[in-house]
């Protein structure tokens, strides 16, 4: 079992930046790969970045250029730092560890960040 806690979600101005954390329970961390989803109001779950077990990583283009997703394997922690926020970054923000290998996939609770214009 895995568990996924995110923290670092909060209020911000438009133009802001947030971090987010992601910190992940068992040994399975370093060899997974790891994503960062969101969810606003009315609207679908989405992919905002991902990176795999060996550290390339790939964004939406809505954020490519204002985020960075990275992982620290020593900690079994993946971070989204968010730069140059908007309003409609405004959702809940998920954190997704996911090893098609062994079939696991988990989601944290999700964290909520709010951008005011």
């Known amino acids: 079992q895995v568990q996924l806690v995110e923290s670092g979600g909060g209020l911000v101005q438009a133009g802001g930046s947030l971090r987010l954390s992601c910190a992940a329970s068992g040994s399975i961390f370093s060899i997974s790969n790891m994503g960062w989803y969101r969810q606003a109001p009315g609207k679908e779950r989405e992919l905002v970045a991902r990176?795999?077990?060996?550290?390339?990583?790939n964004y939406a283009d809505s954020v490519k250029g204002r985020f960075t997703i990275s992982r620290d394997n020593a900690k079994s922690t993946v971070y989204l730092q968010m730069n140059s926020l908007k309003p409609e970054d405004t959702a809940v923000y998920y954190c997704n560890l996911n090893n098609p290998r062994w079939g696991i996939n988990y989601w944290g609770q999700g964290t909520q960040v709010t951008v005011s214009s």
């Open positions: 990176i795999i077990s060996g550290g390339s990583t």
